[in-house]
């Protein structure tokens, strides 16, 4: 039999053609767990990948039958869907093309998820209260990914960028399959040894389910709570959600986004030390300005350009402190001298030669004076004295009144 020439397209169009027609594969049922999935933000087509535990079938939903699903597809939701099986000619890629989805039951993966992450939020592990605040400015970050995965030189890309300051640490580590989780343990007890980390950023990029699932590993998430420095989840894309990202201080949605997180502006940083410079000089101009400003206005008063006006009042009052204080001074003196002739005239009369000299005198034995007749006896010589002289007498008789 010879063989037929064909184009590549004249084969993909007629194997298409067999597919189609034939009557068993123009409506089917179809049951599987979601994989892989992705929305065509333009087309608004979906794309997915629909498998069981033996295989697997690229899918494909159009915008028109999207609209009639009445859930958000996700990966690791068991679907079932009816349609149709075709060939997509560009590409000689054989599709399911779903025309209907309704939800079967969670698949294997989303059911482990849940299970976990409701297990870990019993404990308290994803609460608000044990999130770290990130450092400000972080001298070195560890980074736990794979060496030559993307998100590793995103990182590296962004941090030079915006902080050239910081140092990147990479623990490598493989971040797919089923010896990734405890690859990544391990990676992270090795970050713990160092003591000069600020910061660790753990993650990869985008994938499906399955590439993601190393990340919800249970031990593994109790080792990310266990980080002695905080940690920034960084797992696949904006719309996933692992259970590491729960469990860190910080959950970026990519890589990049958690780069971007960790580590300051240069260029922010320096226009704000540039504005702040701007408002201190700013404000110490207005200062001096205002205070040359009461400066000259208090040096044009007029006192300043009279100084002695300014003493003047003082001068009156301190003159008139002055004279009543020398005229009461004056006063005081005079009084007190006039007190003290009184004083002195009462004392001089009360001197015994002036009393003397108004007719009294003063009787002394063996040099004593005598003041009763108690201390005298008959016989005893006394010496009389009077104001111009002195006796001797003899005592003949003692008389008591």
């Known amino acids: ?7 590549v397209k004249q084969l993909n169009t007629y ?5 189609e027609g034939d009557a068993n594969l123009a409506s089917i049922t179809l049951e599987g767990e979601i994989s892989g999935f992705k929305s065509n933000f333009s087309s608004g087509h979906w794309y997915f990948t629909l498998k069981d535990n033996d295989a697997s079938v690229k899918s494909v939903m159009f915008k028109g039958n999207t609209l009639y699903v009445d859930f958000k597809p996700r990966d690791g939701i068991k679907v079932v869907c009816r349609g149709y099986v075709s060939l997509y000619e560009r590409d000689g890629q054989f599709q399911f093309y779903a025309e209907t989805m309704r939800v079967f039951g969670d698949g294997d993966i989303a059911a482990e998820f849940e299970r976990i992450k409701r297990k870990l939020e019993s404990e308290g592990l994803f609460d608000a209260s044990k999130k770290r605040p990130l450092p400000l400015f972080p001298q070195k970050i560890g980074v736990i990914t794979a060496k030559n995965g993307a998100a590793f030189q995103d990182i590296l890309h962004i941090t030079s960028r915006r902080y050239s300051l910081c140092d990147i640490i990479l623990f490598p580590t493989l971040v797919q399959g089923m010896s990734a989780p405890k690859e990544i343990i391990n990676a992270l007890k090795k970050a713990y040894l160092r003591t000069d980390l600020d910061l660790i950023i753990i993650g990869r990029g985008g994938g499906s389910a399955e590439d993601l699932s190393c990340f919800n590993d249970e031990e593994l998430a109790r080792t990310v709570s266990c980080s002695p420095v905080p940690i920034i989840s960084a797992v696949g894309h904006e719309i996933d959600f692992t259970i590491c990202d729960f469990v860190a201080d910080l959950r970026a949605p990519t890589p990049s986004a958690a780069a971007e997180l960790a580590v300051p502006s240069s260029e922010e940083l320096q226009k704000r030390i ?10 110490t101009q207005k200062f001096i300005l205002e205070k040359q400003l009461w400066l ?26 002055f004279n009543r204080i020398e005229n009461s001074f004056t006063l005081i003196t005079k009084n007190n001298e006039i007190r003290f002739k009184s004083v002195e005239a009462v004392i001089e009369n009360l001197a015994p030669k002036r009393v003397m000299e108004r007719g009294y005198s003063v009787i002394y034995k063996n040099n004593q004076p005598i003041t009763t007749t108690e201390e005298l006896l008959i016989g005893d010589n006394l010496n009389v004295r009077f104001s111009n002289g ?11 009144e």
């Open 390 to 400: 002195c006796a001797e007498v003899k005592v003949l008789k003692i008389l008591s």
């Open 15 to 19: 194997v298409r053609s067999l597919l």
């Open 1 to 7: 039999m010879q063989p037929i020439n064909l184009t």
């Open 274 to 283: 540039d504005f702040f410079a701007k408002k201190i000089t700013s404000f």
């Open 296 to 321: 000259d206005s208090v040096l044009s008063r007029s006192f300043f350009a009279y100084p002695k006006m300014l003493f003047e009042p003082f001068e009156y009052k301190l003159n008139t402190l």
